[in-house]
């Protein structure tokens, strides 16, 4: 089955900076990677996604890039602002099957 | 629309009690997941339904836990005997269509301390 890894496990960035995140996966075959924060005490949403025939999304401060040949993807946030605190998950799904997760990432935006 | 509801919030019980967590999907949406969080981990696949039917629970840990969805509506998910490693953070995650077509919603989840 699919197995997802995410780096590092925390992250700690001065407002204003860009902050990258980045996961691996292992079963070549899975198509769509979808990366969810989560706000404290609040439920997981989703913020941005890409699939397999795209290499790179952006939407505002949020990029994702994905490196098919290798089986990794990565978060982006330029500008950070102590709104971004939050933990970051990062997942991957085969066409019609479970999303698999990866183990998240505190992100603390310092001002 | 109203997202996905989960009840309660909070649980705290002993070893060996038994706890019902419920999950009220969004309405209309025939896909329902329970994934839980153990403090640090990866949020983990336990079960989805299509409707009222168990169409993948292979991540559910043991016969300890019990899914249900009668009716295809809400969903409720029982521990019985409830341990300690059962400790966690239990979401709720609907769809319209399972994959990448559709996007997960997520409930707040329960929180679930096993003393």
């Known amino acids: 089955g699919e197995n997802v890894e995410q780096h590092p496990s925390t992250l700690s960035v001065q407002e204003g900076d860009s902050a990258v995140i980045k996961c691996t996966y292992s079963?070549?075959?899975?198509?769509?990677f979808p990366w969810y924060k989560q706000e404290l005490g609040k439920r997981p949403q989703l913020i941005i996604d890409?699939?397999?025939?795209?290499g790179e999304k952006k939407d505002q401060r949020i990029a994702v890039t994905l490196n098919k040949t290798a089986k990794h993807f990565s978060l982006h946030i330029t500008e950070t602002q102590p709104e971004d605190s939050a933990v970051y998950f990062c997942?991957?799904?085969?066409?019609?099957?479970?999303?698999?997760f990866g183990a998240g990432t505190i992100l603390r935006v310092k001002s | 629309e109203a997202g996905v509801t989960q009840f309660p919030s909070h649980s705290v019980i002993e070893k060996g009690q038994t706890v019902t967590l419920r999950c009220d999907p969004i309405?209309?949406?025939?896909?329902l997941y329970w994934y839980r969080r153990v403090m640090g981990k990866e949020i983990k696949f336990l079960l989805h339904?299509?409707?009222?039917?168990?169409?993948?629970e292979s991540g559910m840990p043991n016969n300890r836990f019990l899914a249900e969805r009668t009716g295809g509506t809400y969903s409720t998910l029982k521990v019985q005997p409830a341990e300690l490693e059962d400790s966690g953070v239990y979401f709720c995650?609907?769809?319209?269509?399972?994959?990448?077509?559709?996007?997960?919603?997520f409930g707040n989840g329960t929180r679930l301390t096993v003393t």
């Open positions: 995650a609907s769809s319209q269509v399972p994959g990448e077509n559709s996007p997960l919603h």
């Open positions: 079963d070549s075959a899975s198509n769509y």
């Open positions: 890409i699939r397999s025939n795209v």
């Open positions: 997942a991957a799904i085969q066409y019609g099957n479970k999303l698999v």
């Open positions: 309405s209309g949406h025939d896909n």
């Open positions: 339904f299509v409707k009222e039917s168990k169409q993948d």
